[in-house]
């Protein structure tokens, strides 16, 4: 895979999770400043599907990897997985800190 397409993939990946953590705090405010459920589960839900165009861009890098392609691991593609596997815990811990604030 050359390095234009690399770039295209990690800033893919990069601009959709950086969305998805985004749209997860946005959520934990909702609820920490108005107590508004049912606006959080409407920003993770977004940040949900912000994180799966994120991880299915991963996703196709592993199966390309895996079908023999070179994958070149860059600074960039490690950067991008940084923002994805934050994001997807932002994500999934913000969900049970709503739950939390529920009680």
């Not at 390095?3 to 959520?27: D, Y």
């Not at 994958?71 to 999934?92: C, G, P, R, Y």
Request: aromatic share 6%; charged share 25%.
């Amino acid at each position: 895979m050359d390095n234009t397409k690399m770039e295209e993939i990690s800033m893919v990946i990069i601009a959709n999770a950086g969305e998805a953590r985004g749209l997860a705090f946005q959520a934990l405010r909702a609820v920490r400043d108005d107590s508004d459920y049912e606006k959080a589960k409407e920003y993770i839900d977004k940040a949900n599907e912000y994180s799966i165009i994120a991880h299915k861009a991963q996703t196709d890098l592993l199966i390309a990897g895996a079908n023999g392609e070179n994958i070149n691991v860059d600074v960039l593609l490690v950067h991008s997985q940084d923002h994805l596997m934050t994001a997807m815990l932002a994500i999934e811990l913000i969900t049970e800190m709503i739950e939390f604030y529920k009680k």
